[in-house]
């Protein structure tokens, strides 16, 4: 193999490669390397750039023995990620150098830490219902088996912790079938200004508390977008709903929509306590919580902002928080026109 054909092989690889002499100078470098890297690399020694005795080991070894070694780095460097080091000699291809690869294996580590910790999540909500309904149903069958009062009074406990249950599994459902479904764009039409109202109507029948709270702010004329009819209305009918739940009672949540020549913004504001901003990032990941004791009283599993991300996704818009401790939240989401 002549160093051309090398050269060319290395260029053709998608992950960051390096050619080394047996010095363990950088012969040549491909461009995802000296992204990587972010400087020339050519002539570079390589414990410059690598300074982890795990990585010359790994060298020594394919040297030593002629056979490819393998082993795991964590690089800082424009943030720590986590990458397989492969390290080959190539003698016995007529070439006196070392391939040297490198695959970033962050995202698979970042994944598996998300699922224990989703399960680990998922396990905590389930054991604090099942819990209370194991002892529900050990003081009926003791103490007060006899006692009509408790009896009643307990049954009520129980039917409302079957329910949390209950919503707690359809949430887990919805957002596995999102995020199955999500690489692939919807192809409905969805009239915005229609789906808002219809969510008014029913909000503000479905609790005392809620009527003649929404304000609704909406052009005359809005073009029909692409979407999901029922996915958006379970987006738009958790913010507002968010936004009545979570606010005085009797203020006013105002929903305005805006349009602009490539998207439609729909602005959720309410007049309640805010969110601290260290809030803020985290609203969107699973069972994340700012008053965990709250969210559980008013029925909140902690996955519905999860959900409605998901779901943005899949229409390619976004959802944007903004908040003022005292003020109140703004909930904004931008969908592609």
């Given at each position: 193999m002549n160093t051309v054909m090398l050269q060319t092989i290395v260029d053709a690889l998608p992950q960051p490669a390096l050619v080394l002499d047996f010095d363990y100078k950088i012969q040549s470098a491909n461009l995802a390397a000296a992204s990587l890297f972010e400087t020339t690399l050519t002539g570079m020694d390589f414990v410059r750039i690598v300074r982890q005795p795990t990585a010359i080991k790994c060298l020594n070894m394919a040297v030593k023995t002629g056979k490819l070694k393998t082993c795991d780095l964590v690089l800082h460097l424009q943030t720590p990620r986590t990458y397989k080091a492969s390290a080959a000699s190539l003698v016995a291809m007529g070439e006196n150098c070392?391939?040297?690869?490198?695959?970033?294996?962050?995202?698979?580590?970042?994944?598996?830490?998300?699922?224990?910790?989703?399960?680990?999540?998922?396990?905590?909500?389930?054991?604090?219902?099942?819990?209370?309904?194991?002892?529900?149903?050990?003081?009926?069958?003791?103490?007060?088996?006899?006692?009509?009062?408790?009896?009643?009074?307990?049954l009520s406990l129980m039917q409302g912790e079957t329910e949390r249950m209950s919503r707690l599994v359809g949430d887990l459902l919805s957002l596995s079938k999102l995020e199955a479904k999500e690489h692939l764009p919807p192809d409905g039409q969805v009239d915005i200004p229609k789906l808002l109202r219809r969510i008014?109507?029913?909000?503000?029948?479905?609790?005392?508390?809620?009527?003649?709270?929404?304000?609704?702010?909406?052009?005359?004329?809005?073009p029909l977008i692409t979407g999901d009819p029922d996915e958006l209305i379970e987006v738009f009918q958790n913010l507002i709903e968010n936004a009545l739940k979570y606010s005085e009672p009797k203020t006013k949540v105002d929903v305005c929509v805006t349009q602009s020549k490539n998207k439609i913004t729909i602005t959720i504001k309410d007049h309640g306590e805010?969110?601290?901003?260290?809030?803020?990032?985290?609203?969107?990941?699973?069972?994340?919580?700012?008053?965990?004791?709250?969210?559980?009283?008013?029925?909140?599993?902690?996955?519905?902002?999860?959900?409605?991300?998901?779901?943005?996704?899949r229409h390619r818009g976004r959802l944007s928080i903004k908040s003022k401790i005292g003020v109140g939240s703004s909930v904004s989401v931008i969908l592609p026109n």
């Open positions: 070392i391939l040297f690869t490198l695959l970033d294996v962050s995202a698979a580590i970042d994944a598996e830490k998300s699922r224990s910790t989703f399960v680990a999540n998922v396990s905590h909500e389930l054991r604090s219902p099942l819990t209370s309904l194991m002892g529900i149903v050990e003081t009926l069958q003791g103490p007060a088996h006899d006692d009509v009062a408790a009896r009643d009074n307990f008014m109507t029913v909000l503000s029948e479905s609790k005392a508390e809620y009527k003649n709270r929404i304000v609704l702010d909406v052009p005359k004329s809005l805010g969110i601290a901003p260290e809030h803020l990032p985290r609203l969107t990941e699973r069972f994340y919580r700012v008053d965990k004791g709250r969210s559980r009283e008013t029925g909140g599993t902690g996955l519905g902002l999860a959900i409605t991300k998901h779901i943005l996704n």
